[in-house]
């Protein structure tokens, strides 16, 4: 079992900054990576970001250059830094543990609770 544990969500006005959090417990050694993905229409959630233990990354094309997935290996940890905020990011923002080979994300069954984005305009 894996717990991933949200936060850093709120209220920014657009063009700001946020740091949003994911702290991992339990068996977090039977996966190599942890993804950000974001709540889209309905039940889909849109990867956007993946790093794997030792420090590959991998983006969506679209979330480059305003999304960086970085990690604290000793905190147990991943972070996603989200500058220049729309207001189309508002939604509720994942993180999953599963594998990372490559390019290529694999998502386990294991999600945290989210957290909440919300820019306003």
């Known amino acids: 079992q894996v717990q991933l544990v949200e936060s850093g969500g709120g209220l920014v006005q657009a063009g700001g900054s946020l740091r949003l959090s994911c702290a991992a417990s339990?068996?977090?050694?039977?996966?190599?990576?942890i993804a950000w993905y974001r709540q889209g229409s309905g039940t889909l959630r849109g990867l956007i970001a993946a790093i794997r233990r030792d420090g590959v990354t991998m983006y969506e094309d679209s979330v480059k250059g305003r999304f960086t997935i970085s990690r604290d290996n000793a905190k147990n940890t991943v972070y996603l830094q989200i500058n220049s905020l729309k207001p189309e990011d508002t939604t509720v923002y994942y993180c999953?543990?599963?594998?990372?080979?490559?390019?290529?994300?694999?998502?386990?069954?294991?999600w945290g609770q989210g957290t909440q984005v919300t820019v306003s305009s």
């Open positions: 999953n543990a599963g594998w990372l080979t490559g390019a290529d994300y694999e998502p386990a069954d294991y």
């Open positions: 339990g068996s977090t050694a039977s996966f190599n990576a």
